[in-house]
């Protein structure tokens, strides 16, 4: 075998063609990603995960929070919420109840029901409004650098869910002072 004058051998074989070397550096894209036991225990790691995320989130774990419901003001207000009892967390179980009632095939129980509902809403709404301007005046007092814009209607929106459905759970037990 002889070199060439620019001190390079030869190779000692043809070219490949492009199509062939194209086919040689090409994976089958229809060949699975990884086997089934790798995919399993990815499948079960992601939900193990998911579950861990879950309960950090049910227990108030500021990193868990999402943005609505991150921050120390915003703490507070769930804590002031969870620390009273308020007309809109009943709001559900008396539809419930009315719905009940239409069942009944006299008029005086549907429009009692009726009435029962609508009260119920009414104090809810007016309820909803104090309670609002009672968070705000209590943030801005413990948090005077904060801003209240949407705590109002955050502590409302919370207060209206029954207890055992607030997510995250509530910290604070009806009736118990927090600081």
């Known amino acids: 075998m002889t070199t060439p004058a620019d001190g390079s051998q ?5 070219t490949p063609k492009r199509k062939e070397a194209q086919a040689s ?3 089958s894209s229809l060949a699975p990603a990884s ?3 790798e ?4 499948k079960d790691a992601a939900r193990l995960a998911r579950m861990n995320q879950r309960a950090a989130y049910m227990r108030g774990d500021e990193s868990a929070l999402p943005l609505r419901d991150r921050g120390p003001e915003k ?9 009273r009892r308020s007309i809109g967390e009943y709001f559900l179980p008396v539809v419930g109840f009315v719905l009940v009632l ?7 129980f549907a429009v009692a029901g009726i009435i029962v509902m609508y009260s119920v809403l009414l ?3 007016v309820d909803g409004f104090l309670l609002s301007r009672k968070i705000k005046a209590e943030v801005s007092q413990r948090f005077p650098d904060k801003s209240t814009k949407g705590l109002g209607l955050y502590g409302w929106l919370r207060s209206t869910q029954m207890r055992r459905m607030r997510a995250p759970k509530p910290q604070v037990k009806a009736g118990e002072k927090f600081n």
């Open 10 to 14: 030869k190779k000692g074989r043809p």
């Open 25 to 27: 550096t090409k994976i």
């Open 35 to 37: 086997t089934k036991i």
């Open 39 to 42: 995919k399993k225990r990815a």
């Open 75 to 83: 703490k507070f207000v769930r804590n002031f919420i969870d620390s």
């Open 102 to 108: 239409s069942l009944i095939p006299i008029n005086i």
């Open 123 to 125: 104090f809810s709404v």
